[in-house]
């Protein structure tokens, strides 16, 4: 059984390659390869045309052995919401990072009750920081 995973994964670094200009489509190992095709028996492709497809869904091989494309199926409204929810999270900590190192924040927070003025400057900018990053996702 081919595992698609790692077959998208192995194509698109291979078209991810800037020097190569053209793939030839393996049907043996369901995928693009940059080796040469001196025999003059695997279908060639253009970078574009890799990258179109990579874009499109996930690569198989055809009934006729060609390159076909299988569409990526839709997310449940659950999955877009998980995802939707980890780009927010990511945000939100790319954000706080412009400003707190890591090291930073977690002596800020350590001495929450020493220090509370460097606390409370803290944590009014992770609150900007949160309504930020949910406007910028909307």
């Known amino acids: 059984m081919i595992d698609l995973k790692k077959l998208l994964s192995k194509a698109q670094i291979v078209a991810n390659k800037k020097k190569i200009t053209t793939l030839y489509w393996d049907k043996n190992i369901c995928g693009f390869v940059e080796r040469q095709n001196k025999e003059g028996t695997l279908p060639q492709y253009s970078q574009e045309q890799v990258n179109e497809m990579l874009a499109s869904g996930i690569v198989t091989v055809g009934e ?43 002596a800020i927070l350590r001495q929450q009750l020493t220090k509370i003025e460097e606390y409370q400057e803290y944590y009014a900018y992770c609150e900007e920081c949160k309504t930020k990053a949910k406007t910028e996702l909307q």
């Open 64 to 106: 006729d052995g060609l390159p076909k494309v299988v569409p990526m199926p839709e997310l449940t409204d659950e999955e877009k919401e998980a995802q939707r929810q980890a780009q927010y999270e990511q945000r939100v900590s790319q954000l706080i990072r412009e400003k707190y190192s890591a090291d930073k924040e977690f």
